[in-house]
């Protein structure tokens, strides 16, 4: 690690920088160019020149459904970092629209992500025009945002090393692997569990310091993943074959050992959705990759991420436990950079699994929580689930929360649970759920319309009290968790102020 001292930052000043800058430029017209032909993108890698153009070429066949932008930073190297976006609302978040995002080529010597996405950004495109119906209702139905580089300094320094090398252009242009850059939001949530607060989401607030300097590419989708209300995303890596998901980082701080999350059965979900439709994968018959030729296809093609190996600072995590957004690291081929001559075989490697991922973020429930006498949205609505699948009990310890419009997701497996909205100055109120598997279908509707509190109903320290009263689910369980959480709010104040005056 080149990275021996330790910078002393508060975050609060790159929150405010987030909330005055905003993340999202516009992609200029005049700088779009015509030299690309539209239909067709070759198998071959294509610079950082020609990311732009391709999009724009993109843009240009499909207007109405795209839209193309540049996040807040560009890279240390002034190459600005390109995303396009598919929607039927471009440029707008829709209600009940769940946000997803592709990011590629965050190791600049791990490429095949990055092709692949420019593969996929066509693809989306022309089925579109070809009224190919999976296609066009996961566009009317979801808001989709490719980022196909990430580091684009690492991916030419890399390529003009002949691409060969394990690491060289991995790192940006500072010499930080950006995927160990993100504020190291575990050792809060960690630290909160041994404090007994199982309060793990949303953990942005809690940053006290930061390990390194934020670069400017990892700044950028921070600021992004602050902005938009993703609900699902993946990051695209090489060097192995196996879909990778939350935890990254060991709870003991071991070097391999298997740490769940609180979502581990939708994760694991989440990853064979990706592996059983790569053609390749998950076969357990297929050779592992050099380095420690463990083949992953014999357990699914997946791996929890700290099982395999601890990762600090790594994006995947920073998503869960900043934002409502759950995402999976794709390790997409023992080679990272592959010869251009394999790029279509790992096309169609990847086709399926690339748009059967996408409508995973229609797995569980979405809905919106209004207040129920003026009808006005309620964002920032705290969703907590508990798992009562066949008897079982199990509080899902990892909050979600409503967005803009007060629409909220909460991405789940088939089973039955207990729903329940909390939010200040408001009842609180449960609906019980069966969530059923319903592939490449929206997800199903559940709303809340909360009843305000009555001023009397305040406490004498000015605190709304959480009333134990509520609509569907009147029994002793629902009780006991709304205590339980009042308790654990209560702690979660008294760990804030306890750290704060550190
Ligand atoms: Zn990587």
């Not at 732009?52 to 839209?67: D, G, M």
């Not at 089973?415 to 319903?438: F, L, T």
């Amino acid at each position: 690690m080149p990275f021996g001292w330790q910078y002393l930052g508060r975050w609060s000043f790159i929150t405010a920088l987030v909330v005055v800058c905003g993340a999202l430029v516009v992609f200029p017209a005049e700088t779009r160019a015509k030299t690309v032909p539209a239909r067709i993108i070759e198998f071959r890698h294509h610079s950082n020149e020609e990311i732009p153009r391709i999009l724009a070429s993109i843009h240009e066949r499909c207007p109405n459904i795209t839209r193309i932008y540049t996040l807040s930073e560009s890279s240390v190297r002034g190459i600005p970092l390109y995303a396009i976006e598919f929607s039927t609302t471009p440029g707008y978040h829709q209600l009940y629209h769940p946000e997803f995002k592709y990011i590629a080529n965050m190791h600049g010597n791990e490429v095949l992500g990055r092709e692949l996405l420019l593969h996929l950004a066509n693809y989306l495109c022309e089925q579109f025009l070809a009224r190919d119906p999976e296609i066009q209702q996961l566009i009317e139905l979801t808001r989709v945002h490719l980022l196909p580089s990430m580091n684009p300094d690492g991916w030419k320094v890399s390529t003009e090393t002949g691409g060969k090398d394990y690491l060289i252009g991995r790192n940006n242009n500072n010499s930080v692997d950006l995927n160990r850059n993100f504020p190291d939001l575990n050792r809060i949530m960690f630290s909160n569990e041994e404090a007994h607060v199982s309060h793990n989401n949303h953990l942005l607030e809690q940053v006290d310091r930061l390990k390194e300097p934020i670069q400017p590419e990892t700044k950028a989708v921070i600021r992004l993943i602050m902005q938009v209300p993703f609900v699902l995303s993946a990051n695209l890596h090489g060097g192995d074959l196996v879909a990778n998901y939350p935890y990254d980082a060991s709870r003991s701080g071991a070097r391999t050992e298997y740490t769940k999350s609180p979502d581990d059965q939708t994760f694991r979900h989440l990853a064979l959705a990706y592996s059983t439709h790569h053609k390749n994968m998950a076969n357990p018959r297929r050779h592992g990759c050099g380095h420690d030729g463990y083949n992953f296809g014999k357990q699914g093609g997946i791996t929890n991420g700290a099982a395999w190996y601890s990762v600090q600072g790594g994006m995947q995590d920073f998503n869960y436990l900043s934002s409502n957004d759950f995402e999976i690291t794709l390790e997409l081929g023992c080679d990272k950079y592959p010869e251009a001559s394999a790029l279509q075989d790992e096309w169609d490697n990847n086709k399926d699994a690339l748009i059967h991922f996408m409508w995973q973020a229609h797995i569980g429930v979405k809905g919106h929580v209004r207040d129920a006498v003026t009808g006005q949205p309620l964002p920032h609505t705290v969703i907590h689930v508990k798992n009562i699948t066949a008897g079982h009990d199990d509080d899902i310890q990892h909050d979600v929360t409503s967005v803009h419009g007060g629409d909220f997701w909460r991405l789940l497996t088939p089973g039955q649970y207990i729903i329940s909205a909390y939010r200040d100055g408001y009842h609180a109120m449960s609906h019980r759920v069966n969530v059923y598997d319903r592939p490449h279908h929206e997800a199903q509707r559940v709303d809340f319309h909360l009843r305000p509190l009555q001023p009397t109903m305040q406490s004498p320290n000015g605190n709304s009290i959480t009333d134990t009263e509520y609509d569907e689910t009147d029994d002793e369980m629902m009780r006991n968790h709304i205590v339980n959480n009042l308790r654990k709010k209560w702690l979660f104040r008294a760990y804030n102020r306890a750290i704060s005056t550190n």
